[in-house]
């Protein structure tokens, strides 16, 4: 079976550009979460969707946002990026709110 | 604002020896988990701990969680140059937000 898959595994952008970034969770998985890594630190809570329907949001500015579709996939947009924005983008997928299965992460580069 | 701190940070051995990694909060949490990241990948799930003072053992790691549910400890016996990686602690504080360490990068040298 397929796990979580993120795309696209690298992408590089430079400051003050916009970003999207996708996610298609485990088949049967309603719920899917954002995470942000920066380099040497543990992922940070970014958003959770479950049915479409936003369910929490961590402590990012309102240049973050994300939805989820009807089949259960998810995309993370984010608006004038900035330095700081570079980091490893994880989502997660589950059928409740834990345990989570993390997918292989985008890693996005600002320059 | 619920905090894990996670210690010690960085920790080289040589293949054969035992090590402890420590995860501490002044939070309750109602379930807290352990995970492994290696490099380029995601974080995979090793253990999810429920009740204060229960312990699991995965092969050759013993997890412990606390009495008190704020703190928890992974063991790991004879480690392996495989053992190598980044281990986070996360502890669910309400249903939807899974709290983060910020890890203990393993190394094992053979």
């Known amino acids: 079976d397929a796990g979580v898959t993120q795309s696209p595994t690298h992408l590089i952008k430079t400051r003050g550009q916009h970003v999207t970034l996708r996610c298609s969770p485990i088949?049967?998985?309603?719920?899917v979460s954002w995470y942000q890594q920066v380099l040497g630190q543990g992922p940070q809570f970014i958003f959770q969707?479950?049915?479409?329907?936003?369910?929490g949001r961590g402590n990012f500015p309102d240049r973050f946002s994300a939805r989820q579709f009807p089949n259960y996939s998810s995309e993370l947009n984010v608006n004038a990026l900035l330095l700081g924005d570079s980091a490893l983008y994880l989502c997660a997928s589950s059928l409740g709110p834990e345990p989570q299965h993390f997918g292989d992460g985008t890693r996005l580069s600002i320059l | 604002t619920q905090l894990l701190e996670q210690s010690p940070q960085f920790l080289s051995i040589q293949e054969g020896e035992n090590l402890t990694v420590y995860c501490n909060s002044s939070s309750v949490f109602s379930s807290l988990q352990w995970y492994r990241q290696e490099p380029g990948e995601g974080p995979v799930l090793l253990v999810t701990?429920?009740?204060?003072?229960e312990v699991k053992k995965l092969k050759r790691l013993t997890f412990q969680f606390g009495d008190a549910r704020k703190d928890s400890s992974l063991h790991i016996t004879a480690a392996q140059p495989g053992d190598t990686g980044l281990y986070l602690c996360?502890?669910?504080?309400?249903?939807?937000?899974?709290?983060f360490g910020k890890g203990t990068l393993l190394t094992v040298n053979p």
């Open positions: 701990v429920v009740t204060g003072g």
């Open positions: 996360a502890g669910w504080y309400s249903n939807y937000k899974l709290t």
């Open positions: 088949s049967g998985h309603k719920s």
């Open positions: 969707y479950y049915e479409k329907e936003e369910r």
